[in-house]
């Protein structure tokens, strides 16, 4: 099993352009997270989905935007990103039973 | 107030001795509490839950728990220099979401 996948690793953006952060998972969870981390903040929640067909906001969604294409697959898009989403983006998912398990992440600088 | 607070450290300790991180957090219905590991550039990983109060040991760590005092902390017995690396704790506050804290960064001088 490859657990859980993010494309791409590294991405960086001017002001304005608009991207997709895809996420992937093949341990058949129910319920996929979108995280940012920044220095001295912590992981903060931007949205989740609990199953597929749902998705709900977390602590900072402005400026995203989610998809729950089917159970494997969650993606987020920056409609217009900022020099604010600079960050590092990690992706989640968790089957009821068990715990959060993270990718690898993917750094985006916008500048 | 922050949902999950812990000191953010750095906590330097000598090989072989204790490193003891605190954690407190607010939401006093929460039922589960997590430590995750993150090495430098690496993602979050797994490595104890508790949901009862009292401690609970997995080999060199032991987790403990206050839902009285709100309070979690984890013990790193016989520190090792693979331990250096930023600890988080997390807790549950309702089914779906967890609460990160900002992660208390931990180096084992050698």
């Known amino acids: 099993n490859a657990g859980v996948t993010q494309t791409p690793k590294f991405q960086v953006l001017k002001t304005g352009q608009s991207m997709t952060l895809q996420c992937a998972q093949d341990?058949?969870?129910?319920?996929m997270y979108w995280y940012r981390q920044d220095p001295g903040m912590g992981l903060r929640l931007i949205y989740y989905s609990a199953s597929e067909g749902t998705t709900d906001k977390g602590e900072v969604p402005n400026g995203y935007n989610v998809s729950r294409l089917n159970k494997r697959e969650f993606s987020l898009r920056l409609e217009s990103a900022a020099p604010s989403q600079t960050s590092v983006y990690f992706c989640?998912?968790?089957?009821?039973?068990?715990?959060?398990?993270f990718g690898p992440g993917t750094r985006l600088t916008v500048t | 107030q922050k949902e999950v607070e812990q000191n953010s450290g750095p906590l330097s300790v000598p090989e072989g001795a204790i490193a003891s991180l605190n954690c407190t957090y607010s939401d006093r219905g929460s039922q589960s509490f997590f430590w995750y590991r993150q090495y430098s550039g690496k993602s979050p990983e797994l490595i104890m839950f508790?949901?009862?109060?009292g401690d609970k040991e997995d080999g060199r760590f032991t987790a403990q728990l206050n839902k009285a005092s709100q309070y979690v902390s984890l013990l790193i017995r016989d520190s090792q220099p693979s331990d250096s690396a930023t600890y988080l704790c997390?807790?549950?506050?309702?089914?779906?979401?967890?609460?990160f804290g900002a992660g208390t960064t931990v180096t084992v001088r050698a």
């Open positions: 997390a807790v549950r506050p309702n089914d779906y979401k967890l609460s």
């Open positions: 341990m058949n969870h129910n319920s």
């Open positions: 508790i949901y009862s109060n």
């Open positions: 989640a998912s968790r089957h009821r039973e068990y715990e959060q398990y």
